[in-house]
């Protein structure tokens, strides 16, 4: 089956650093990858859409400048989390949606991201 | 509106059969996904129905705005959070989430 990877899997930063994650789609090429954050014991949460060539569109209370997403080529997109404070620290998981199977979005494994 | 419903937490003893429940709003053609969570693993994909393959899954229909997933003879192991997703089409539109299910399969 279709394949999402994101690195890195695991980071620990200091308070005020940025951290970048990857998630690409290693079999198959993805006009949309979506972002979405999990906070313990609760269900994934819609960040923003990615879309390839074009800005990405963010859901209402994510700030799109500390938020910065990037999806260059039909098998990268990567989110950048400016200035992270501790209250930043979550898991952030990237899912793709294939061009030719619109129906079907394909998850990578997740980023598990601890800000000091 | 797009939306999902899901059973919060269901808990059972080994060797039972359990039915988790999704029901869903759509304003759009819907594919409805199960996807299952264990601790630190990446999400897996259970199951998935459309109006062209739905097979009655536990007893529900996706046309009939319900999407049910059966897990027989339960193991310990199969304690995880259970997702069901909506999928929408056509259109460059995310996923819609359901809360998840808990599901505690005890000994």
């Known amino acids: 089956g279709a394949v999402v990877s994101q690195h890195p899997s695991r980071v620990i930063c200091k308070s005020g650093t940025s951290v970048k994650i990857e998630c690409r789609s290693l079999?198959?090429?993805?006009?949309?990858m979506f972002w979405y954050r999990q906070f313990p014991k609760q269900s994934l949460m819609l960040m923003a859409t990615?879309?390839?060539?074009?800005?990405?569109?963010?859901e209402q209370g994510v700030e799109k400048d500390k938020f910065l997403i990037n999806h260059a080529s039909l098998t990268l997109s990567t989110l950048t989390v400016t200035s992270a404070h501790p209250e930043d620290s979550s898991f952030y998981i990237c899912s793709a949606r294939a061009a030719t199977h619109q129906e079907t979005q394909y998850f990578g494994p997740g980023t598990r991201l601890l800000v000091l | 509106s797009n939306s999902v419903k899901q059973t919060g937490q269901i808990t059972v003893s080994e060797g039972a059969s359990v039915t988790m429940n999704c029901t869903y709003t759509?304003?759009?053609?819907?594919?409805l996904f199960w996807y299952v969570e264990y601790p630190s693993k990446p999400l897996q994909l259970l199951q998935r129905?459309?109006?062209?393959?739905s097979k009655n899954f536990g007893g529900g229909n996706i046309k009939d705005k319900n999407s049910p997933i059966v897990k027989y003879s339960v193991q310990v192991s199969d304690s995880a959070v259970y997702y069901c997703?909506?999928?929408?089409?056509?259109?460059?539109?995310?996923?819609?989430f359901g809360k998840g299910t808990r599901l505690s399969v005890i000994a």
């Open positions: 759509s304003t759009g053609y819907p594919t």
């Open positions: 990615s879309n390839e060539g074009s800005k990405a569109t963010y």
């Open positions: 129905e459309t109006m062209e393959n």
């Open positions: 079999d198959f090429q993805a006009t949309t």
């Open positions: 997703l909506l999928g929408i089409c056509p259109g460059n539109t995310p996923l819609v």
